[in-house]
């Protein structure tokens, strides 16, 4: 059985950081697409990183390029985002998801096989 978990997440001032991490079981990472999706109260979710472990490739939405970073350890199974510059804008349940293959050149919801449960992320200016 294929299980997401996220952690990480908190409450913080704007401009402070968090780390978000996405422990995977049940699946492997290598040669798959990872990605990290937020939603805020009335909006839709939305992709946010995504990145293809088999050659490294990340995929930014314009609103976070520059301040935060995803990465993945496939030895570890865990997937990360690391958020700087935190705005009260960022504030949402971030998710993580999994999915086969390669990343497209945007993160389709639809495409994405497994998700986590979400981690509230709260920053307050």
């Known amino acids: 059985q294929v299980q997401l978990v996220e952690s990480g997440g908190g409450s913080v001032q704007a401009g402070g950081s968090l780390r978000l991490s996405c422990a995977v079981s049940?699946?492997?990472?290598?040669?798959?697409?990872l990605g990290w999706f937020r939603q805020a109260p009335g909006k839709e979710r939305e992709g946010v990183a995504t990145?293809?472990?088999?050659?490294?490739?990340?995929y930014y939405a314009d609103s976070v390029k520059g301040r935060y970073t995803i990465s993945s350890d496939s030895a570890k199974k865990t997937v990360y985002l690391q958020m700087n510059t935190l705005k009260a804008e960022d504030t949402a349940m971030y998710y993580c998801?999994?999915?086969?293959?390669?990343?497209?050149?945007?993160?389709?919801?639809?495409?994405?096989?497994?998700w986590g449960q979400g981690t509230q992320v709260t920053v307050s200016s």
């Open positions: 998801a999994a999915r086969g293959g390669w990343c497209g050149s945007r993160p389709l919801q639809t495409a994405f096989t497994y």
């Open positions: 049940g699946y492997t990472l290598v040669g798959k697409c």
């Open positions: 990145i293809t472990t088999a050659i490294g490739s990340a």
